[in-house]
């Protein structure tokens, strides 16, 4: 029952229509903006795992004479096939594709003949990488050297347990009581064994911590009882800190002994184990070459290993003939419309990284000639106006990619710095300025190194203003100590 002044509310379900704008991605167009992004390595394993998806698109190894005649095959054969109206429709299309397939080829003839391997240098390649084989761990090199010493049996399992609990820098992880404990063994016995791991080399392996480790490398020179020793042992974070006067004020002897002492702790090995380093090498293969030539400077794309994609004869061949089943067309002809996309996606990859890096040689002509200290501010919006490109566009392209340049090897962001301004109304680039204070440390006296404060007053001899917070940062990104640890005598 409803009371006075309440009405009775009516719930209902109906449907209607309204227009909205939204704006949907295709796949071929999240495919193109993945390929941008990629990495040369990691774009040769996407074409190659397309390659085993895809069993239309192949590789193509022919030689241009062989090409034109299978062209010529496939255009004969596929003139005299039959079909229905649908299959002559797609005839049309397929004719576009094999255009493009053709200036792909094109492409790659004219872009990839500026940098070839020879066959000499394809079985060099095929050697190193058939030679390549997995490196000795240190616990398999200890564990190989306890094989011909007479240990009986119980000896022989401690020393395991022992080489077990050591890593890879050479330093025993637990403590000898926790591995007594574990192998239920004397603790005594388990130090005794310690003390021989200790005469394996390398040298120091087996400390429990770096103070350890370079005193037993000391005792195996018959420095244990040098100043040397007697730093090692009671002053090594000032040692670190380069705080050679307090050292010596500490054990009366002059800073020169000090420095003496110092310069023979330096040719020990802290991590003694790193020898025997598992870590796999990260290599960099450039996206773009740099080179100079008569006429300044030309970009030359690393096409050389990327796969030259086509689609397989055999496919176009059944694609129109009359006995192909009605599916397995449709099959292929899905499959022959992703391959051709995948190919205009690497073609318009490559072609976007080389329009940037050409962009990136025409403004910073100063570092193609000089190097970093006459690098210019320039922006990722500067590029895409000039190229009728969206900044992401140029983001997207230059991530992960590296250009070798007639400086070296660089990442392509580098180029893309904002400015500072000089005292003369230019502007110069942060790394332009890391280039210079990279160069006035570098000579810079070593028995007098510049303090910051010092570096600050040349970079103003050269009308660049920087407070000293920053100098110190961009003295930290180069990897530079301050001049305290820097001092030599």
């Known amino acids: 029952m409803l009371c006075a002044g309440e009405r009775a509310v009516a719930i209902r379900l109906e449907q209607s229509q309204r227009q909205i704008q939204k704006l949907i991605m295709s796949p071929q167009m999240q495919q193109a903006i993945r390929l941008l992004q990629l990495p040369l390595l990691q774009l040769q394993q996407v074409i190659r795992q397309e390659m085993t998806q895809n069993p239309v698109l192949e590789e193509d190894l022919q030689e241009e004479e062989q090409q034109e005649i299978e062209r010529q095959e496939t255009a004969d054969e596929g003139s005299t096939a039959a079909g229905d109206q649908d299959e002559l429709s797609f005839e049309e299309e397929f004719s576009r594709l094999a255009a493009i397939d053709d200036e792909w080829r094109e492409y790659f003839r004219q872009s990839g003949s500026h940098r070839k391997y020879s066959e000499e240098d394809e079985e060099r390649r095929r050697f190193l990488e058939a030679s390549i084989v997995k490196p000795e761990t240190l616990q398999e090199n200890l564990l190989d050297q306890i094989g011909p010493l007479l240990l009986d049996e119980r000896e022989r399992r401690i020393c395991e347990a022992l080489i077990g609990n050591i890593d890879d820098n050479g330093y025993l992880q637990s403590d000898v009581a926790e591995i007594a404990r574990s192998i239920g063994e004397p603790e005594a016995d388990v130090e005794r064994m310690l003390s021989l791991v200790r005469t394996l080399s390398p040298v120091g392996v087996g400390a429990r911590n770096v103070r350890e480790c370079l005193l037993i490398q000391l005792d195996r020179l018959g420095k244990r009882e040098s100043l040397a020793a007697r730093i090692v042992e009671g002053h090594l974070e000032e040692l670190g800190a380069r705080k050679y ?3 010596a004020r500490a054990l009366k002897v002059s800073p020169a002994q000090v420095h003496r002492a110092a310069d023979l702790i330096a040719t020990l090995d802290p991590k003694p184990g790193r020898v025997f380093s598992v870590e796999q090498a990260q290599y960099i293969t450039p996206d773009v070459f740099i080179e100079k030539d008569r006429d300044g400077y030309t970009v030359i794309l690393n096409d ?17 003939a009359p006995g192909t089943d009605k599916g397995d067309r449709s099959y292929i002809r899905e499959k022959i419309k992703n391959g051709q996309w995948l190919i205009r996606n690497i073609r318009q990859r490559q072609h976007t990284i080389s329009n940037i890096a050409g962009e990136i040689v025409r403004r910073q002509r100063g570092f193609m000639e000089e190097g970093p200290s006459r690098m210019k501010p320039l922006t990722m919006q500067e ?10 566009t140029v983001s997207r392209a230059i991530a992960g990619k590296y250009a070798q340049t007639p400086h070296g090897l660089y990442d392509m962001k580098y180029f893309f710095s904002t400015g500072i301004s000089t005292a003369g109304g230019d502007a110069v680039a942060a790394n332009a300025i890391k280039g210079m204070i990279g160069e006035i440390i570098g000579r810079e006296n070593p028995k007098e190194p510049l303090s910051d404060q010092q570096v600050i007053d040349l970079l103003k001899g050269k009308g660049i203003a920087l407070a000293r917070r920053t100098v110190t940062k961009y003295r930290k990104e180069l990897g530079i100590p301050p001049s305290s640890r820097r001092r030599s005598f």
């Open 304 to 320: 050389d290993r990327i796969p030259h994609l086509r689609i397989s004869n055999l496919y176009r061949k059944l694609i129109s």
């Open 245 to 247: 006067s307090s050292i």
């Open 383 to 392: 590029v895409a106006d000039a190229l009728g490109i969206h900044e992401s």
